[in-house]
């Protein structure tokens, strides 16, 4: 199975700050990579798709980058509404994995 | 708008089977892709399965023995059962479509449900 390592586990932000994550692949998932956000007592969210593909109602804030095994979600001026858990998501390869998640909390 | 809700029981006794069902409003379960995915405590997610448009299966060789996921077309349901389960399935079970067409995003999710095994 492809193995998908997200870092930092934590990040700690204030409202306004940018910040980036990242999901790292075991093998090469050419732009086969997607990130979900999960708040609190929530479902999944899907945010970006294939890596860079904004998705409709996502805010503009949220963009993502990469390919092959490196790939960065960037959120540009985190507001409070942002803070939860992120995860990445490959689909290069069966069975479908995940991250293990990068937690963004409030400073 | 796509709507997706699990229902069953919260409490499973280890070695029996959990059982679950999604049923699912605003699309049809005849088109599409049909999901199981679950997360564990401490966060870690696991993609289970899924049933196709046509009924056509697939399921994570890590649960091929014990897994299997059914539909009814007239219900526009699809459901998991999983059997033998232990304390190691204790999870918040999630049922979500993927469009397919090389798209194998999940954009629409359940609320989710949770399910501990435990005697």
């Known amino acids: 199975d492809i193995v998908l390592i997200q870092s930092p586990a934590t990040l700690s932000v204030t409202p306004g700050d940018s910040v980036s994550l990242s999901c790292r692949a075991s093998?090469?998932?050419?732009?086969?990579l997607h990130w979900y956000q999960q708040k609190s007592h929530e479902s999944p969210r899907l945010l970006i798709k294939?890596?860079?593909q904004s998705i409709s109602g996502i805010p503009s804030r949220f963009s993502g980058s990469g390919s092959g095994t490196d790939f960065t979600l960037s959120i540009n001026s985190v507001e409070t509404e942002d803070f939860g858990m992120y995860f990445c998501?490959?689909?290069?390869?069966?069975?479908?994995?995940f991250g293990a998640g990068t937690k963004l909390e409030l400073k | 708008e796509v709507q997706l809700q699990e229902s069953g029981p919260s409490l499973v006794k280890p070695s029996q089977t959990l059982s679950l069902t999604c049923s699912v409003t605003?699309?049809?379960?005849?088109?599409?892709?049909w999901n199981w995915i679950r997360k564990f405590p401490g966060n870690k997610l696991e993609y289970m399965g899924y049933?196709?448009?046509?009924?056509?299966?697939y399921y994570n060789p890590s649960l091929k023995s014990r897994i299997s996921i059914t539909r009814d077309t007239s219900k526009n349901q699809f459901y998991l059962q999983l059997n033998s389960v232990t304390t190691e399935d204790t999870a918040t079970y999630y049922c979500?479509?993927?469009?397919?067409?090389?798209?194998?995003?999940?954009?629409?999710w359940g609320q989710g449900t949770s399910v501990t095994v435990s005697s």
């Open positions: 979500t479509r993927y469009r397919g067409n090389y798209d194998y995003t999940m954009d629409y």
């Open positions: 605003g699309d049809s379960i005849t088109s599409g892709y």
């Open positions: 049933i196709s448009y046509s009924g056509s299966t």
């Open positions: 093998q090469s998932i050419n732009n086969n």
């Open positions: 294939y890596s860079s």
């Open positions: 998501q490959q689909s290069n390869r069966w069975p479908l994995t």
